[in-house]
């Protein structure tokens, strides 16, 4: 058999740094890969008028935009830390050729989630590739090296092959391919490792000193929890660490971190200083002088029109080390532009696989800092269990215009989350293709709250964004503002109350965690020429953020991306190589990585940040973030504003005495002067067991006695309270959360549902109200429609009016809150109270295409009768035979 030998000297990953490893003897060592390929086949393309090619033994497809998508077979190896390849070597059996009549088809441009751009998804050829009579691509294979963690969340190197069986000449239209080839890599295993076999801290928490009492609660119940923690301050870091920037000081403490206590999780709490003002870089690689802890930006910018100019990535502190086991400063040619990557080629070379599980809370005030340590505190002791926590929501409709596959990508993806990996959770499916069967379970933003605030796990969003909302396409619909579902908004957050039910949540779609807007910073940015991708939209904080520091509801955990997000659209083969054909959406891009975020939740990660982290390295494994940039661009931007160490699901309680405020461990919102309603609870004690209560936060437990206590803040404001419960037993436990005085707080949101609407057909109305942690246990509503008619109570939240003049009106609502022991008369309620009308919702209503006699007043007559007794009109029906 004729051989072609191609030899590689050298490494793709260059360091001048002493590698280190695990403990076995140094010296060159050689594997071996053998690869056999057969039954070439060419096929025509769902994409007229190119072909494709598939060959047995190549699972894979090499993908990258506008480039030839040819079959290739990814050998990942996982050897010890600080491993050295020398020397690639590979010999081929015969090459053949065979010449085709039409061009294989390229990769289509990433689809960006709710930018309208004229190459959004379009197959179009790269030139230097398609007018080459040279072989693409240039080799018979490539590698790539890596530091990060294995499986077993141990330090490793990677080696990354991929073979590609398939090489193709466009300019002279043939295609040369070979049935096997023989790989033999020589490596050098180092003799130690840097990182010490016992673990001091589990987790180190880096914060301003400003953050520092407030953590204490966090602090103190990790290390109960058997997490063992510490605090690092960063006026600390900077003190000892003289990096190039701030921002390399904390990176460097965190190296010195896992080689001194062998930390396996790092929080970074801080965000910008102000929700007003302030600057989101101080220059191209960092955001300092407005920042409680700065961040780094990623300079990797796109060809194309649309393209972010610098973007937020945290993954820069959690990628410690090179493939050599090198400190990876993301500046690999010293010219001290970070992470850069530019359309001229221009590019650093990273590692990205993450070498720490790493999250951050962005808080900007200690408040935030409060609301997040009660959150995650409460959550860890009390998930597990219960009923809520069992439901996962799933979000989505049709992502993108894919014509010839027309796959709904958004419910594609959500759906197989669920189907592969979470079927242990009940599903709750808010889908675009709902619209005309199920119109209440779309991916409206009226829909997302009521859903939310029934608590659930997990909620999956996937579709497009800015930092401001979210929203997607209904199904076939791309054209016009009524292509788009209803935005959930940051602004609708503040009507989430699931209180104590917190998701984690995960959202693809662009710059929902784009963690560096402010006010003003917003308002002023109209054209996007700063780009803050709100337009002139006044947006405080990112709708990530927002959603996880929300108190009283919202989510415990945001991961989404700080920058475009990307799909893949169509149909093209096996990308990911697991021998399984789907859509390209879940193979490729923003839809495989949250695909391989629940498969590692689905393995048992079930600490947060090692499912964040395990999903980038699986990601990796597939799509080398050196081998395409978007796909580089991917891993930089997925972060995660959460807790690493959070134990999703929350701990096992065991069977010990046990306290709490009902349905108040995300916090309790009340009205400045009103009465805040508590109701104690206990559990696996001896009864009778006593309630006392400490509301002014002295540490005293003498505000108030017993099962229900009530207490009234005059400022607005958040505050801790307490709850300590004893048993007959003298066994005491102590519940902490947080009361956030708000005004407004006592009445029932704006009425939500369509403000444009024609007359002569029914419009239904939705609202919600804070039910003060759960107290007011039954609600009935009451709705003015602004036409002399209003509704009588209702228990629903829902109603459903018809107006037949046009106009303008102003819809609002009214509740009546009672506290009972079992449902009945509200009259015989414990406890009451009715609150002031709502904001009103302002609709206009213009003619419809109705006949005139739906506007006679007998006709309205009829209308109301059978409203009132709705039984009467299938006997009537039959009587008149209509």
């Known amino acids: 058999m004729k051989k072609i030998v191609c030899f590689v000297a050298g490494l793709l990953i260059l360091s001048g740094f002493a590698a280190i490893s695990i403990g076995e003897e140094a010296g060159d060592q050689q594997e071996t890969i053998n690869l056999n390929f057969s039954n070439i086949e060419i096929i025509d393309s769902t994409k007229e008028p190119y072909i494709e090619i598939n060959i047995d033994g190549a699972g894979g497809r090499l993908y990258r935009a506008n480039a030839p998508i040819l079959p290739l077979h990814t050998t990942k190896m ?161 003190s000892e660490y003289s990096g190039y920037d701030k921002p390399e000081d904390i990176k460097l403490f965190i190296r010195d971190a896992l080689e001194t206590w062998n930390v396996k999780y790092v929080l970074l709490v801080g965000g910008m200083k102000s929700l007003l003002t302030g600057s989101p870089r101080d220059n191209l690689n960092e955001g300092t002088k407005d920042w409680y802890l700065p961040v780094r930006y990623a300079n990797i910018r796109e060809s194309g029109g649309t393209y972010d100019p610098g973007l937020l990535s945290d993954l820069y502190y959690a990628d410690i080390y090179d493939g050599d086991g090198a400190f990876d400063d993301w500046d690999s040619n010293d010219d001290h532009i970070y992470a850069k990557w530019y359309p001229s080629g221009l590019k650093d070379t990273l590692d990205f696989y993450p070498d720490v599980s790493l999250g951050r809370l962005a808080c900007r005030s200690t408040t935030e800092v409060d609301i997040m340590v009660n959150k995650i505190i409460n959550y860890e002791k009390g998930a597990r269990g219960t009923s809520w926590y069992n439901k996962m929501i799933l979000i989505g409709g049709d992502s993108f215009d894919d014509t010839g596959t027309n796959y709904p990508e958004g419910e594609v993806v959500a759906d197989k989350i669920w189907a592969d990996y979470m079927t242990e959770f009940t599903p709750v499916r808010l889908y675009a293709s709902n619209k005309i069967s199920n119109p209440s379970m779309t991916p409206t933003g009226t829909n997302i709250k009521r859903e939310i605030t029934k608590g659930a796990g997990h909620v999956f969003f996937d579709g497009h964004a800015n930092p401001a909302s979210w929203t997607t396409h209904w199904i076939g619909e791309f054209q016009g503002a009524d292509s788009w579902t209803e935005r959930f908004m940051i602004y609708d957050m503040i009507w989430l109350f699931n209180f104590g039910k917190l998701p984690v949540c995960c959202v693809e779609g662009c710059h929902n965690s784009q963690f560096n807007v402010t006010l003003f910073y917003t308002l002023f940015d109209k054209d996007n020429s700063k780009h803050s991708w709100c337009y002139g939209m006044p947006v405080p904080e990112c709708w990530s953020w927002w959603l996880a520091r929300k108190i009283g509801g919202g989510s415990l955990a945001t991961i989404g991306n700080t920058g475009l997000g990307y799909g893949a659209v169509g149909e093209h083969g096996d990308l990911d190589g697991d021998g399984i054909l789907e859509p390209d959406i879940c193979e490729a891009l923003g839809g495989f990585y949250f695909l391989n975020f629940y498969e590692a939740f689905d393995e048992g990660y079930d600490m947060l940040g090692d499912t964040w982290a395990m999903a980038i390295t699986k990601y990796l494994d597939v799509h080398p973030g050196m081998s395409y940039q978007i796909d580089a661009k991917e891993m930089e931007e997925l972060l995660l504003l959460g807790d690493p160490s959070l134990k999703v699901g929350g701990y096992p309680k065991g069977i010990i005495f046990d306290a709490e405020i009902l349905d108040a461990a995300g916090g309790v919102i009340g009205a400045p002067s009103e009465e805040v309603m508590l109701q104690a609870t206990a559990y696996n004690g001896e009864e009778p067991y006593t309630f006392e209560w400490d509301f002014d936060n002295d540490g005293v437990y003498d505000d108030a006695e017993g099962e229900i206590a009530s207490w009234t803040w005059s400022i607005p404001g958040v505050r801790w309270i307490s709850l300590k419960a004893s048993d007959n037993d003298g066994e005491v436990d102590i519940f902490d959360t947080l009361v956030s005085i708000e005004f407004g707080a006592s009445t029932p949101s704006r009425p939500s549902g369509e403000t444009k609407i024609k007359t002569n057909k029914p419009y239904t109305y939705e609202t919600t109200i804070n039910t003060q942690g759960g107290y007011w246990n039954h609600l009935y509503y009451k709705f003015d429609w602004d036409d002399d008619e209003e509704t009588d109570w209702t228990e629903s939240s829902k109603a459903t009016h018809t107006w037949y003049e046009t106009g303008t009106y102003k819809i609002k609502v009214k509740a009546l809150l009672t506290h009972e022991t079992s449902k009945g008369d509200p009259e015989d309620a414990e406890d009451f109270k009715e609150s002031d009308w709502s904001d009103p919702l302002t609709i206009t209503v213009t003619s419809g295409k109705s006949r005139q006699i739906f506007n006679h007043p007998l006709t309205q007559l009829l209308q109301k009768f059978f409203e009132n007794y709705p039984n009467l009109f299938p006997i009537l029906r039959h009587l008149l035979r209509l």
């Open 78 to 238: 996982t050897l010890p830390f600080g491993t050295k390849i020398t020397s690639i070597e590979c010999q081929t059996g015969q090459v053949q050729s065979m010449e085709i009549n039409e061009k294989i088809v390229p990769a289509p441009r990433p689809a960006i989630s709710g930018i309208d751009d004229a190459s959004n998804g379009e197959y179009i050829m790269d030139e230097t590739i398609y007018n080459s009579n040279e072989l693409f691509p240039n080799d018979w294979f490539e590698y790539y090296t890596g530091g990060g963690l294995d499986e077993n969340l141990e330090h490793k190197t990677f080696l990354n092959l991929r073979v590609f069986p398939v090489r193709y000449s466009p300019g002279t239209n043939t295609v040369h391919y070979i049935e096997d080839i023989e790989v033999t890599i020589t490596y050098e295993e180092p003799d130690s490792n840097p990182f010490p076999l016992t673990t001091e801290y589990d987790m180190v928490i880096i914060a301003p000193s400003a953050f520092q009492s407030s953590l204490q609660k966090l602090i103190s119940h990790k290390n109960e929890m058997g997490v063992q923690t510490i605090l690092k301050k960063t006026e600390e870091i900077y």
